[in-house]
């Protein structure tokens, strides 16, 4: 794969969600990132769309995820794109906060900052941009 921009889709299931970060992955390897930066990638990416699946196109398999993948030449952009209604993610709440650290779910954007260098969401939230720098 020697792309500098791929485009492709999923079905909202959640078993359409690892051949799609295994794609987001051979691309990034051959963009020339490493193993560490793969790492982050794989987890990022699968973070963003078990959230556009679940959350964003609430399983519904008549609607799909739009994933993008640019080499920038600095680094790689990903774009998520769900069909959902949205999100305001200044409402989400902060899972580091005590009363929420026994939640079951809610971490997932916080993995997405850890695990990439920027991440801005687009679109009312029916879209997240991430960016991983060399």
């Known amino acids: 794969m020697d792309e500098k921009e791929t485009t492709f889709s999923i079905s909202s299931k959640i078993e359409a969600i690892d051949e799609a970060v ?11 990132f490493g193993d560490d930066a793969l790492f982050g990638i ?5 973070e963003a769309l078990a959230n556009a699946v679940k959350h964003g196109n609430k399983l519904d398999e008549a609607k799909s995820v739009e994933i993008g993948l640019i080499d920038t030449g ?3 952009e990903i774009v998520i794109r769900d069909h959902g209604e949205g999100f305001d993610v200044s409402l989400v709440p902060d899972p580091t906060n005590p009363e929420n650290l026994l939640k079951a779910s809610g971490r997932g954007i916080l993995f997405m900052h850890n695990f990439v260098d920027k991440v801005e969401w687009a ?11 060399r």
């Not at 794609?23 to 020339?32: I, L, N, P, R």
């Not at 794989?42 to 699968?46: F, H, L």
Request: net charge positive.
């Open 123 to 133: 679109e009312g939230g029916t879209v997240v941009k991430m960016t991983k720098n």
């Open 74 to 76: 600095s680094g790689m």
């Open 22 to 32: 295994q794609k987001a992955t051979a691309f990034a390897t051959s963009a020339g």
């Open 42 to 46: 794989d987890m990022a990416v699968r």
